[in-house]
């Protein structure tokens, strides 16, 4: 399974970016997504996840309100909005995996836990 972060960049506090992350070589819908942040020097820290079906999504406490995860399992794709951007959001994002059975309802917030992870995607947010 490949996983294939896009959509970061420069942004200026107050704006809006919309990650991507493309995924290959599974069966997407069979596949919890994750994203997950690192800054340099501070451990990965998990963003959002969203279930196999879309149907119910978790936040870290530091986006809730801000950002929204969804997915497109016809486009093997699964994004993350982020509005309202802060300096303090600037990192390196990583989209990540797990697949999961159907009946597995868990929402999946630590990085041991995934088996899959993108390249990450740089975001930068100017004060």
């Known amino acids: 399974v490949q996983l294939q972060a896009s959509g970061g960049g420069l942004v200026q506090a107050g704006g809006s970016l919309r990650l991507s992350c493309a995924v290959s070589?599974?069966?997407?819908?069979?596949?919890?997504m994750g994203w997950f942040r690192q800054a340099p020097g501070k451990e990965r820290e998990f963003v959002a996840g969203?279930?196999?079906?879309?149907?119910?999504?978790s936040y870290a406490d530091s986006v809730k309100g801000r950002f929204t995860i969804s997915r497109d399992n016809a486009k093997n794709t699964v994004y993350l909005q982020m509005n309202s951007l802060r300096p303090e959001d600037a990192s390196v994002y990583h989209c990540?995996?797990?697949?999961?059975?159907?009946?597995?309802?868990?929402?999946?917030?630590?990085?041991?836990?995934?088996?899959?992870w993108g390249q990450g995607t740089q975001v930068t947010v100017s004060s």
């Open positions: 990540a995996a797990k697949r999961l059975i159907l009946t597995d309802t868990r929402h999946l917030s630590t990085a041991f836990e995934y088996d899959y």
């Open positions: 070589g599974g069966t997407f819908s069979r596949y919890y």
């Open positions: 969203i279930r196999r079906s879309g149907d119910s999504t």
